[in-house]
C-alpha cells in the first residue's frame, strides 16, 4: 500500500471516530475484569487468580500468567472427574453447568458455551447459568445475543442483580448504549439496595456518563 494511499484513509478517519475508538479501547480495560459471575466460581477459579497475580503456574519463569494452552490443560484437568460423572448422568443440568464453570473460568469461553447451552435446555429458567452463558457469548464478541440471553435471564428473576451488572457492561462497552447501560445499573441499585459492590456501580455509572455523547452508529475506521 503507497504512502499516499495511507494519508488519504488517516485524513478521512475524524476526530470524533478516533475519540470513539480511544473510548472503546478505554472501556476494554476498565469493564473487561468486572463481569461479575451468575453462579458461584469454580475450584479452578482460585489456581487461575493465583497464577495470574504472582505470575505462577508453569509460566512462572517468564512472569507471566499461564499460557492459553495452560489454561486449557489445567481446565480439562479440573473437568476429567465432572465429565466421568456426566457418563452415567447425561441429563444432570447442575453437573453440565459446573463444568462450564470450568472451561469459563480459564477462559476456554466456547467449551463453556457448549456446557452451559446443554444445561439450559434441562432447566432454561435457572438465571443464574444463563447469566454466565451471555457473558461467555459476549467475551466470544456477540454483544447482540449476549444481551438478549441477559434478557432472558432477568425474565426468571427480573431484579438478579449480577445480570443487571453485566447487562450493563455489555450495553456499555459492547453497543456504547450509555442510557440502557445506566438503566440496567440503576435498576439494580434500586432493587438490591444492599448491593456489596454499590460503589462500583456509582463509578461505573459516572464513567459512562462522560461519554453520553458517543453512540455506535459511526464506528471508528482503523487506517489500513
Known sequence: ???????????????????????????????????????????????????????????????????????????????????????????????????????????????????????????????SVRTDFATAIWYTGDADTAIAEFNKALSDEPNKSNTLFNLGVVKWQGKMDINGAVAAWQKLLDTNPNYENKAKVLEMIAEAKKHSGITSATPAKVPQ
Open 1 to 127: 500500500m503507497s504512502k499516499s494511499k495511507n494519508t488519504s484513509q488517516q485524513s478521512s478517519w475524524t476526530n470524533s471516530q478516533a475519540y470513539t475508538l480511544i473510548v472503546i479501547c478505554l472501556l476494554a480495560g476498565i469493564a473487561g475484569g468486572w463481569f461479575l459471575r451468575g453462579s458461584q466460581p469454580s475450584a479452578v477459579a482460585a489456581t487461575t487468580q493465583a497464577a495470574n497475580s504472582a505470575g505462577g503456574g508453569s509460566n512462572a519463569g517468564t512472569g507471566g500468567p499461564p499460557s492459553p494452552e495452560q489454561m486449557k490443560r489445567m481446565a480439562d484437568t479440573q473437568a476429567v472427574p465432572l465429565l466421568e460423572q456426566l457418563k452415567s448422568d447425561p441429563t444432570n443440568a447442575d453437573l453440565l453447568a459446573r463444568i462450564g464453570n470450568i472451561y469459563y473460568d480459564t477462559q476456554q469461553y466456547a467449551t463453556a458455551i457448549d456446557y452451559y447451552r446443554r444445561s439450559l435446555n434441562l432447566q432454561p429458567a435457572n438465571a
